[in-house]
Nanobody, 121 residues
């Protein structure tokens, strides 16, 4: 059973940076896509970024393009979300998920527990 473990959230000032990690200990991620979603209080969960584990192709939501970068480290079996130039509206619980379909969605079967990111002065 694929388990995803996130870490790296926290409190940061506007304009600051954080790097989130999503690890899949002991599981081979070949043929999976790994994505990041976020959910702010009172809002629906939304797509942030996704990466294909095999070839590294990535896609980012327009709202984070140019500020966030998704990447993977195969030896560490970990996906990262580098978040720069953070804004208060980036405040949310961030979740990673996985799917074999080449893309992750809200209906993807595997989810991490979430990590809180708060952007505030």
């Amino acid at each position: 059973q694929l388990q995803l473990v996130e870490c790296g959230g926290g409190l940061v000032q506007p304009g600051g940076s954080l790097r989130l990690s999503c690890a899949a200990p002991g599981f081979t991620l070949d043929y999976y896509a790994i994505g990041w979603f976020r959910q702010a209080p009172g809002k629906e969960r939304e797509f942030v970024a996704v990466i294909d584990w095999s070839d590294g192709r990535a896609r980012h939501a327009d709202s984070v393009k140019g500020r966030f970068t998704i990447s993977r480290d195969k030896p560490k079996n970990t996906v990262y979300l580098q978040m720069n130039s953070l804004k208060p509206e980036d405040t949310a619980v961030y979740y990673c998920n996985a799917d074999t379909a080449g893309m992750t969605t809200l209906r993807s079967p595997y989810w991490g527990q979430g990590t809180q990111v708060t952007v505030s002065s």
